[in-house]
């Protein structure tokens, strides 16, 4: 009977361990999925619309943030993508025109987001959450020397 007790408590115990060790991988793999996709996003926004001038990085109330232009309809647009309130946004509006930060809509939330110029064409885009922190250099074909 003991042996029995014995047996069955090592088995909870090894259940109770199995949940927390995958329950512990399974939010490491959100949080590196979640910040990985948000580099992907910055990523294709930013090859589908590089050409020539098309992409620069502008500074928006002291943070960097990702302009991209665009003519639709013989129109001038930009894409602004940038950090406010712990989240990535992005905005399509009127080229020059004014706007708030919380008029975007927001992308994916993030503890920070930075980019950092590294010569003529290449960046570093960082992302981080409470937990990772997520990088991608990126060259811009359109400013390569």
């Known amino acids: 009977m003991m042996l029995f007790l014995i047996i069955v408590m090592l088995s909870v115990m090894t259940i109770v361990m199995g949940k927390n ?7 490491d793999r959100k949080n ?4 990985r996709v948000g580099l992907s996003y910055i990523a ?3 090859r589908q619309s590089d050409k020539n001038d ?9 943070t960097p943030a990702v302009v991209i232009k665009e003519i639709y309809d013989d129109l001038n647009y930009e894409t602004w993508i940038y950090y406010y309130d712990n989240s990535i946004y992005e905005l399509l509006t ?7 930060l919380s008029d975007g809509m927001k992308i994916i939330e993030v503890h920070s987001f930075d980019i950092f110029k590294i010569n003529d064409g ?9 937990v ?6 990126l060259s811009l074909y359109s400013q390569a020397n």
Request: net charge negative; no cysteine; glycine share 4%.
């Open 21 to 27: 060790i995958y329950s512990n991988i399974n939010e």
């Open 32 to 35: 590196n999925y979640e910040l």
């Open 44 to 46: 294709n926004k930013i």
């Open 54 to 62: 098309a992409v620069v990085i502008k500074d928006i109330n002291g």
């Open 94 to 100: 009127d080229e020059g025109s004014t706007f708030n």
């Open 122 to 130: 290449l960046y570093k885009f960082s992302i981080s959450n409470n």
């Open 132 to 137: 990772n922190t997520e990088e991608l250099v």
